[in-house]
């Protein structure tokens, strides 16, 4: 697709609109760490070594200058919906230089890339806000809320944590690093077999998905445990750990090893040592957090505090436009924000 400039004048400065791919995309390293300046060193050379590349970026330079003053990074994923991929992107990296804010900047990158995608034929994007005020304006609604987990205790002794669980026959492994990628296959195919089985929708997890979200974990000194029954595995969490503070930032156990953590079998085991008997008890849940907005659903999902959001792309096109994804679902979807909405799904964790 051709990537187009275009020339703004609001009164203030000039600037040019441009769209970066590949390589281009890392001149934005500058204006992420200025206004990112909470992101660890190890994250921002992991994002911009790993992530950034695969990303479409629209950015505003100040003519004067030739600085790069605002940008808005796409990333593009695929979601699941009721069996059929669906291509998205996640909006991510929204960013204005404190010099340049209120000039309507943002609004014009954000419009910008609502197009673009729209070309692409995608019919919703979505984004995690940091201010859901900022994008409720352009159409973004609230569509998913994640579980928060409380930590055990007993995982900061990493070896006393597996033996335990071992102990009543769950096998525990924590992967290092440099073995990781040994499982990413089998990762893939669990997860693909698990969501399909408990979750409406859910972000589609590829090998290369995992590979590139253990290296932003293990990047901020978290990792991955894995959980098998009968060496066939059952479930994972990923947690990362900053200042010391362990946080689960996914899991996701089959209906079997749920089962079997309700099971007299479990409970029952001598050896069950800290753990109580279900398995809301192995990781405090209580707490769901929304997550994800998109457009047309203006009220929070749930009491909690939602925290993605998303943005119909398609559905106010004439019918002809619309890319035939209804074979996905057991109705003609257009308005795909709503159905995210009142559907179970799983997005979690994003890179």
């Known amino acids: 697709m051709e990537l187009f400039t275009d020339i703004i004048n609001n009164g203030f400065d000039a600037y040019r609109i441009e769209c970066l791919q590949g390589k281009n995309v890392l001149a934005t390293r500058p204006l992420w760490e200025e206004v990112f300046s909470e992101d660890s060193k190890a994250f921002t050379d992991y994002y911009f070594a ?21 940008m808005v990074h796409l990333t593009p994923y695929e979601m699941t919906i009721q069996k059929t991929g669906v291509p998205t992107f996640y909006i991510v990296g929204v960013a204005t230089k404190k010099s340049h804010r209120h000039r309507g900047l943002m609004s014009t990158l954000l419009n910008k890339s609502f197009e673009y995608a729209a070309r692409l034929l995608c019919p919703f994007v979505f984004l995690m806000p940091a201010n859901p005020a900022i994008y409720e304006p352009f159409g973004f609604s609230y569509i998913y809320a994640r579980p928060q987990y409380s930590v055990p205790e007993i995982i900061k002794r990493r070896e006393i944590y597996i033996n335990h669980l071992s102990a009543t026959g769950i096998q525990v492994q924590y992967l290092e690093k440099e073995t990781f990628p040994k499982i990413l296959s089998a990762l893939s195919d669990f997860a693909a077999e698990t969501l399909f089985a408990q979750y409406d929708y859910y972000l589609t997890r590829s090998p290369s998905y995992y590979n590139i979200l253990l290296s932003e974990l293990y990047a901020q000194n978290g990792g991955i445990y894995t959980f098998s029954l009968h060496n066939r595995l059952e479930g994972y969490f990923l947690y990362t750990e900053e200042e010391s503070r362990p946080f689960i930032q996914e899991l996701l156990f089959s209906h079997k090893l749920h089962s079997y953590l309700d099971s007299p079998n479990y409970v029952n085991s001598p050896d069950n040592g800290l ?13 769901a957090v929304p997550y994800v907005m998109s457009t047309l659903f203006p009220a929070p999902l749930s009491e909690c505090k939602p925290i993605i959001m998303a943005k119909n792309l398609l559905s106010g096109q004439e ?3 619309i890319p035939n994804y209804s074979h996905a679902t057991s109705s003609n979807i257009t308005d795909y924000v709503n159905f995210l909405s009142t559907h179970k799904g799983f997005i979690n964790e994003i890179v």
């Open 50 to 70: 790993n992530k950034a590349l695969s990303n479409t970026t629209f950015i505003c330079r100040h003519l004067s200058t030739e600085q790069i003053v605002s």
């Open 319 to 321: 019918s002809t436009s």
């Open 275 to 287: 753990f109580a008997a279900s398995m809301d008890s192995l990781f405090d849940n209580s707490n």
